[in-house]
């Protein structure tokens, strides 16, 4: 709230609180965009979350944004703690509605084709298919 204000948007951010996970969808779509910059994150949940929505992300090169998010394509990566660069990207998005909206569908196309429920059960069923074949041949 003090960053809002000492930025004098304020009267243009809500801080909506904890969320369910049926009002999560909705609110994501409702976004042109969605931005995720942290140092460090292990999972890149967020911007899959945004491509499943179909939502373009903006997101920082580190943990789980480097698998989830394909730069140029579902949104665009960022060096992690450079501002400038982050900026540069967000009004490069925000001022392109056919790029975003191009970003949006391959995020979309990309969150139910790689991260399906049945493809996250397949490929750790052959995850440890395979350990069990090393395992063999270890011992």
């Keep these: 709230r003090r960053v809002a204000a000492d930025a ?3 009267g243009r951010v ?4 904890r969320l369910g996970r049926e009002e999560v969808p909705p609110l994501l779509r409702s976004a042109s965009l969605v ?3 942290p140092w460090y994150e292990p999972f890149g ?7 499943a929505c179909g939502v373009p992300v903006v997101a920082t090169a580190v943990g789980g ?8 394509v579902t949104g665009v990566v960022v060096p992690p703690r450079d501002p400038e660069k982050a ?4 009004r490069r998005v ?11 569908r391959a995020g979309g196309g990309r969150a139910r084709e790689r991260y399906s429920w049945a493809r996250v059960a397949a490929d750790t069923a052959r995850v440890y298919r395979e350990a ?3 395992s063999e041949v270890a011992a």
Excluded: K, N
Excluded at 45 to 51: G, I, N, R
Excluded at 87 to 90: D, L, V
């Design 8 to 10: 004098d948007v304020a």
């Design 14 to 17: 809500e801080f909506l609180g």
């Design 35 to 37: 931005v995720s910059l």
């Design 45 to 51: 949940m967020v911007p899959l979350e945004a491509m």
């Design 65 to 72: 944004h480097l698998d989830t998010v394909v730069d140029g």
């Design 87 to 90: 900026a540069r990207a967000i």
């Design 94 to 104: 925000l001022d392109d509605p056919a790029g975003r909206a191009a970003m949006g």
């Design 132 to 134: 069990a074949v090393l």
